[in-house]
């Protein structure tokens, strides 16, 4: 399954960009309410997505993101390390509106998670990665001929687990995106 994703993953990517009929760069949060400390936290990051029109109303996402999550630790020491989340994710998105300047959207998919801890002292630490699943409702803004602003929120449900098997801790939340888009 995980071979899959990653296969449909790095395929969606090299479709041409003749089918392209945009290409985004965003900033990306995410606020993850996993239950454990140790994974309750704020992430920040960057990513790319890939957006392929079906038919006018419907359209194919591919996103790559890259997340630092940095663990809250109430009354301790808040430096204690990161946890690195990098989401390959696919998608259908449902255009709201039929092509105004505004256009609202809402969509999911699914997603394969690479995932590693990294400690203070440079040791780093490999997760078992995951497959996981994303919700999203965003707007477009036209800003002029094949250019774009697009923010979105977006709530993602995907668990951690270490290499040895013990228990999943989930990584569930909320979080937004925010970039430019070219249109083709």
């Known amino acids: 399954m995980k071979r899959l994703i990653v296969l449909l993953a790095v395929v969606g990517l090299s479709i041409p960009s003749a089918w392209a009929s945009g290409i985004g760069v965003y900033g990306a949060y995410w606020k993850t309410k996993g239950g454990s400390e140790a994974f309750d936290g704020d992430g920040f990051g960057g990513g790319a997505k890939l957006k392929v029109d ?4 419907l359209s194919l996402e591919v ?11 109430e009354g301790g020491d808040s430096d ?18 039929n092509r105004s300047k505004l256009t609202p959207y809402i969509g999911g998919g699914a997603g394969y998670y690479f995932m590693k801890i990294k400690g203070d002292g440079g040791e780093s630490e490999s997760l078992k990665n995951q497959v996981g699943g994303y919700g999203i409702a965003g707007l477009e803004i036209e800003l002029g001929e094949g250019f774009c602003i697009f923010a979105e929120g977006k709530y993602t449900v995907v ?4 290499k040895g098997g013990g228990p999943k801790v989930k990584l569930d939340g909320f979080g937004g995106n925010a970039g430019l888009m070219i249109k083709f």
């Open 80 to 97: 204690s390390g990161k946890l690195e989340v990098i989401p390959v994710e696919a998608g259908l998105t449902l255009n709201l509106a």
């Open 54 to 57: 079906i038919v006018p109303q």
């Open 63 to 73: 996103r790559g993101t890259y997340f630092s999550l940095k663990p809250k630790v």
């Open 159 to 162: 668990s951690a687990q270490d």
